[in-house]
């Protein structure tokens, strides 16, 4: 059963950026995160209030930092991606960036917890960012601005710091209402961006000049919200708890592949430098994570205590 759900967050995820590729047929980068986050807000709240035996306090103090996490890690990557893939019409491209959250976590645990990074895991940052800079190179020899690039690697760097984020100031929350409250506040920050399209035209995320195929776009929002973030976060939650954090996060390795194989069937360039840097960033996320498990710090309980 673990292994089925590790295939089935793989295969979701993996699958979910040539989902946001055609919800951008017709939708803008705005209502396609807030949408997102607002359906998993959806799917995981009712889930808690129904499902879960689990109460939460949560005191002010939390609720500042759940802000602070939701803009950052939620509201401002659920908009750009869709964003930075219109721009440069890739949508496998990008789903590679997502083999970068593991490395930027490392070094973000240095300001944040306190720990350095060991010298493999030093080694395999600086690996990785040399093979990300490969990923860069090629994105620039395919004619994409080095501001579309830069802005999605804010995608993986800000998935990275909110991580780190949760686990300095948020570790003693349960992550089950912790996510509901990420989505929801993150949802809602974008919806007076949302109600607002001349302030999404000036900032250049408006809905696209000519919508088109509103049927496909509907489906796939639909199941973004609904499965791709609400019920595989619920997964991978779940995954987390009953078999440690280092075998769910292993999805970093399939997650690049199954988006670059949707990429093939959508007929996007596959160029040798795009595979060995890819391959190169994999290899250096093994590096960092191999022994990474340890058994005495997972979290026995089941996901509905």
């Excluded at 993986?156 to 710091?161: A, E, F, H, I, S």
């Excluded at 670059?260 to 890819?278: H, P, R, V």
């Excluded at 960092?288 to 498990?293: C, F, R, S």
Aim: charged share 10%.
């Amino acid at each position: 059963m673990p292994y089925l759900s590790f295939l089935f967050i793989c295969l979701v995820w993996g699958s979910s950026f040539i989902l946001v590729d055609r919800a951008a047929d017709a939708l803008g980068p705005v209502t396609i995160g807030m949408c997102r986050l607002l359906g998993g807000a959806l799917v995981l709240g009712l889930y808690w209030a129904f499902l879960s035996r689990r109460s939460e306090q949560i005191t002010a103090r939390d609720i500042k930092h759940i802000l602070v996490v939701a803009a950052m890690a939620n509201a401002w990557p659920f908009v750009v991606l869709p964003y930075v893939m219109a721009q440069a019409d890739q949508h496998a491209y990008f789903g590679m960036m997502v083999a970068l959250v593991p490395l930027v976590t490392i070094l973000a645990t240095v300001p944040m917890l306190g720990i350095w990074p060991t010298t493999r895991q030093l080694v395999g940052v600086l690996g990785g960012l040399i093979c990300m800079a490969g990923v860069v190179l090629d994105g620039s020899q395919r004619g994409i601005p080095l501001s579309v690039l830069v802005l999605g690697l804010t995608v993986p760097l800000t998935y990275g710091l909110g991580n780190t984020y949760i686990k300095w100031k948020l570790d003693h929350l349960h992550p089950l209402p912790l996510t509901v409250l990420f989505l929801g506040a993150g949802g809602l920050m974008l919806f007076p961006l949302w109600c607002w399209p001349g302030a999404q035209d000036a900032a250049g995320i408006g809905s696209p000049a000519h919508p088109h195929d509103w049927p496909m776009a509907i489906l796939s929002i639909s199941l973004l919200a609904i499965v791709g973030t609400g019920v595989t976060i619920l997964i991978f939650i779940h995954l987390v708890k009953s078999q440690g954090p280092l075998f769910a996060g292993m999805a970093t390795y399939v997650i690049p592949i199954v988006a670059l194989a949707w990429g093939q069937f959508d007929d996007e360039k596959l160029t040798s430098l795009q595979l060995a840097a890819m391959g190169g960033v994999l290899a250096m996320v093994a590096l960092v994570q191999w022994g990474a498990a340890d058994p005495k710090h997972q979290l026995p309980d089941p996901l509905l205590d």
